[in-house]
């Protein structure tokens, strides 16, 4: 991938780019997932240290959709089919479908952390 799509890439799954509600609409979302492995995976083969853990990260986050649907069936040869017709423009779009994806879990994650430390707090001590 070229740099300045790098840079796109990662803006774009560091949560830096503005969420949208889901995956592009009218695109399944197998096929949306799978470009997001693709990202990600690209992300994943970079030097730099972090952008390998949030490629990495992000490669689990759309397989870990795949398995939950029952969708990775002859994934690799859907992986080269889809890589094989993505453009340069398509990647950098992409990359912002998968960030604002992976943002939304992640918030969603928090939220439920919190929820379940509010309802993990000792109860307060009685009156003397």
């Known amino acids: 991938m070229r740099p300045a799509l790098l840079a796109a890439a990662v803006l774009a799954l560091s949560g830096v780019a503005a969420p ?10 197998s096929v949306t997932d799978i470009r997001c492995v693709i990202v990600a995976g690209t992300l ?17 986050y759309f397989w870990g ?3 939950g649907r029952g969708d990775t069936a002859n994934v690799s040869a859907r992986l080269l089919a889809e890589a094989q017709k993505m453009t340069p423009d398509d990647i950098k779009a992409q990359a912002k479908t998968c960030g604002d994806m992976v943002s939304a879990a992640g918030q969603a994650l928090q939220q439920v952390g919190d929820s379940v430390q509010k309802g993990a707090s000792p109860a307060p001590a009685p009156p003397k």
């Open 65 to 67: 959709r795949m398995e």
């Open 20 to 29: 949208l509600a889901s995956a592009q609409p009218g695109v399944p979302a």
């Open 44 to 60: 994943a083969q970079s030097e730099d240290p972090q952008m390998k853990t949030l490629g990495t990260a992000s490669i689990l």
